[in-house]
């Protein structure tokens, strides 16, 4: 009965996808009939090449960007905020993100304004993703040492602060070219992977999601905290490295790809804890990822201002929509958020 | 069946307890427990009957001594191997997660599950039975964070029994429950003996310690003391218990009661044994020594059942004074 409302939930979020990804693909500066665009996505030939351009070489690569950033973040959310059972965890708790900000800050700010053509780019997605990556290496250090799973969180919420401190104070000495091409990079971009950079996302990201999958027997049971996740016969060390290594890997290159992307990785849990009513991993993961990928392309959407020819920084988007959620998961004060 | 052989299930040698300064709570304590037994542990608070019991689950590392389960150290278990072997239920498990009955109860089967920790048929046969063996079957879909104290409780007595393990050990299973949750509680876990499973748990609730423990595990002043519950009374380790808190056990009410220093006597005297019986209880509450009325110089309260209406009548001296209840009878007495 309750499997039943399950597969027929996840299958209207199936849908709902579907539709949302082809009005993604449809929207955009250039207006291109819709008969192309189903031609295209049909492998159809026969259709204007600039069109074809559009779509094939900007279009989908943007859209599958989307689809897995929604899911990266939003999967890394949910495991953050299982393992720190703290509805207000997500995938940017553990100073991930301030580290692959710092990342990309050293080769924008760093370099001054020369950060510009393919070379620099690829630099800027190799440091920041080092950046990410020395925080992911330190932070298992500190798991292994220190037991109380609360330190962890504080102390990766201090390291990330710190983190953020030395970025300002290199924003404060960077000039004003550099300072511009940081503060557009930290305002998040779907649009900046294509190609084999976008084959590159894909293959960092599946093994990250493939981690995620491994823990969610340990995730649940340490939804009644690590001492009965212990006494159920988990390892709860050996989950703990399963869960961080995977919010690393799916949040660090997210961010390094794309930029820091906001509050999709708090807020998508919540509103599908809501909808499905589901706190079991097993159900809740699969579902987190479509929803994650959902509300990610319906934010893309929104960015694009239908209509017009502008198209504002996703990042502002995903607050702007995710917002409204934690202040709601706040004030309602549900025990059962988490 | 009766076993002739009885093994040994846990035992406990030369055990000290606390915490890395200071005093140790549990000094050098030793005890064994036989399968399908049901052991109590009391003590005061503070005395580290969590300590004792989080110690046998292995959440806590012993200053010194051995905790020995099925004849093996606990420290030369693997997770999986001991969460088969010994399951527990400490205060708060359960009250945050927003999980219906059968899924909490369903966590109970992760020693035995895969790495997606899927259910096989044979686990959800094993989850039903242990909600229908602790009268929670109807509450199968219920979230747990809405059930009631004891119903928790029982739900996560049904964890412990879907985790299938021959010992179960459980920190205040009863506390904040009402006396009908209380017994019930205790008689779910007393009906384990027939499956030959063995229960420990702590407790302050007497009453349940003499109707249903085959041992009581007493810690007084950093020592453990072991023994049925009959022959610890009988040896006098329950009037030491709380003897510097001013209380003391009364043996006939199997119940601790407040000593009082100068006990004024008064007799008491009057037909109606359940009259009598209250008004006594009523006197003793409130400081007095009872004693038959034949004996003079005291004052007297006589019980009278007329029409099955109470009547007490005071009689000090020359002055007699009736009264119409019995709180009238005692705030009388209490102001003069």
């Known amino acids: 009965m309750r499997n039943r409302k399950y597969t027929i939930q996840l299958s209207s979020l199936l849908l709902l996808l579907l539709v949302l990804i082809i009005l993604d693909i449809s929207l955009g500066t250039v207006r291109i009939p819709f008969r192309d665009i189903l031609g295209t996505l049909a492998g159809k030939p026969g259709i204007d090449s600039q069109h074809h351009l559009i779509i094939s070489g900007f279009r989908i690569p943007r859209v599958l960007t989307g689809l897995l950033a929604g899911a990266a973040l939003s999967v890394s959310g949910l495991q953050m905020q299982t393992i720190f059972r703290n509805p207000l965890a997500g995938p940017y708790v553990l100073g991930i993100s301030s580290g692959a900000s710092l990342g990309a800050a050293i080769i924008l700010l760093g370099t001054g304004a020369m950060a510009t053509g393919i070379l620099a780019r690829w630099g800027i997605v190799a440091a920041a993703w080092l950046g990410a990556a020395a925080v992911m290496f330190i932070l298992l250090l500190v798991t292994i040492r220190i037991r109380s799973i609360m330190t962890i969180l504080i102390l990766g919420i201090m390291f990330s602060s710190g983190l953020s401190a030395i970025i300002s104070i290199m924003q404060y000495f960077g000039n004003a070219a550099a300072l511009k091409s940081f503060v557009i990079w930290s305002l998040g971009s779907l649009g900046d992977v294509s190609g084999s950079s976008l084959t590159i996302l894909l293959i960092t990201i599946l093994p990250g999601l493939m981690l995620a999958v491994l823990s969610v027997k340990g995730l649940n049971a340490m939804s009644l905290g690590e001492e009965n996740a212990g006494l159920l016969g988990i390892n709860v060390r050996a989950t703990r490295i399963l869960v961080f290594a995977s919010t690393s890997i799916l949040a660090g290159s997210i961010t390094a790809f794309c930029g820091p992307i ?43 201002v239908p209509g017009s020819d502008r198209i504002l920084p996703i990042n502002a988007i995903t607050s702007l929509i995710g917002i409204p959620v934690v202040i709601w998961v706040v004030i309602s004060k549900r025990k059962s958020m988490i | 069946m009766a076993r002739i052989i009885q093994h040994k299930k846990i035992s406990i040698e030369n055990l000290w307890l606390g915490y890395e300064q200071g005093v140790p709570l549990l000094e050098s304590a030793s005890a064994e427990v036989n399968e399908g037994e049901m052991i109590a542990l009391v003590g005061r608070n503070g005395t580290g009957k969590s300590t004792l019991l989080r110690t046998l689950a292995r959440l806590q590392t012993p200053m010194q001594g051995r905790v020995i389960l099925n004849g093996t150290p606990v420290e030369a278990l693997s997770n999986r191997e001991l969460a088969r072997l010994l399951s527990f239920a400490g205060p708060g498990t359960g009250t945050m997660e927003d999980l219906t009955v059968f899924e909490l109860v369903s966590l109970g089967r992760h020693p035995y599950t895969n790495w997606w920790g899927a259910l096989r048929d044979a686990d959800r046969e094993k989850i039903n039975e242990s909600l229908s063996f602790t009268g929670m079957l109807d509450f199968r879909d219920a979230r747990v964070n809405r059930l009631s104290d004891g119903e928790r409780q029982r739900v996560l007595i049904a964890m412990a029994l879907a985790q299938d393990t021959d010992l179960l050990i459980l920190d205040e299973p009863t506390a904040f429950l009402d006396i009908p949750n209380r017994i019930d509680v205790v008689e779910v876990l007393h009906r384990l003996r027939s499956q030959n499973r063995t229960v420990i748990f702590s407790t302050h609730d007497f009453d349940n310690v003499f109707s249903y423990a085959d041992q009581v595990w007493i810690i007084d002043e950093r020592r453990l003391i072991t023994g049925s519950p009959e022959e610890l009374g009988l040896e006098g380790a329950f009037d030491a218990l709380f003897s510097d808190a001013g209380v003391r056990f009364d043996r006939h009410g199997l119940r601790f009661v407040r000593e009082t220093d100068h006990r004024e006597q008064i007799g008491l005297a009057g037909e109606d044994r359940d009259g009598r019986f209250w008004t006594a209880r009523a006197l003793e509450r409130t400081g007095y020594r009872v004693e038959d009325a034949e004996e003079g110089g005291k004052p007297v309260v006589e019980v009278r059942k007329v029409k099955g209406v109470y009547r007490w009548i005071l009689t000090l001296g020359s002055t007699t004074k009736e009264f119409t209840t019995l709180y009238e009878l005692i705030s009388h007495l209490t102001r003069s």
Do not use: E, K, N
């Not at chain 1, 009513?277 to 959902?294: C, E």
């Open chain 1, 262 to 304: 906001g509050f999709i990785g708090i807020a998508v849990p919540h509103i599908t804890r809501f909808l499905t009513g589901r706190s079991d991993m097993r159900y809740l993961l699969p579902a987190t990822i479509i929803m994650g990928m959902v509300i990610m392309v319906a934010s893309d959407i929104i960015s694009q």
